[in-house]
């Protein structure tokens, strides 16, 4: 075997080592304790930069009334991909007001868009949703994971 096929194989080796790696970070998932989240659009705005998405809608686990705001913006000409801040104000039913920090990554096919947002509220609770946002039907609904 030739100086150049052995390093041909060993970077083939090392290609499907990094490749099995990269596989195995992408197929992260998150488990456990979870809630559902769902929302409706109330107003989409467009700007130069990206788009504000605002939103409310009825949330357990003591949240109660949630509104939400959402500033994408996006990393390519497309409009497939980026990320984003908001904010939350929720109140519940005995009065009781949180604020949250929202922050992410999104991505768009078609009318769906997926987003992973960290989230931190002013309780000291911090989240982890995956949601999904139907632009044409005007919703939104999220899987939360509080973090411990």
Not at 22 to 47: H, L, M, P, R, Y
Not at 113 to 131: E, F, I, Q
């Amino acid at each position: 075997m030739s100086i150049f096929n052995k390093i041909k194989s060993i970077g083939a080796l090392t290609f499907g080592i990094l490749l099995f790696g990269i596989s195995s970070i992408f197929g992260f998932q998150v488990s456990g304790e979870s809630f559902d989240a769902n929302f409706k659009i109330s107003s989409w705005t467009a700007t130069k930069s990206g788009s504000v998405i605002t939103s409310e809608g009825i949330v357990g686990e003591g949240y109660g009334k949630v509104y939400l705001t959402h500033t994408f913006s996006s990393n390519n000409p497309e409009g497939s991909s980026g990320d984003f801040v908001g904010q939350a104000r929720t109140i519940n039913k005995d009065g009781e007001m949180r604020f949250a920090s929202l922050q992410g990554i999104w991505e768009r096919e078609g009318t769906i868009v997926t987003m992973y947002t960290l989230d931190g509220v002013t309780n000291g609770v911090m989240n982890y949703a995956k949601g999904k946002v139907d632009l044409f039907a005007g919703t939104l609904s999220f899987k939360v994971f509080p973090i411990e």
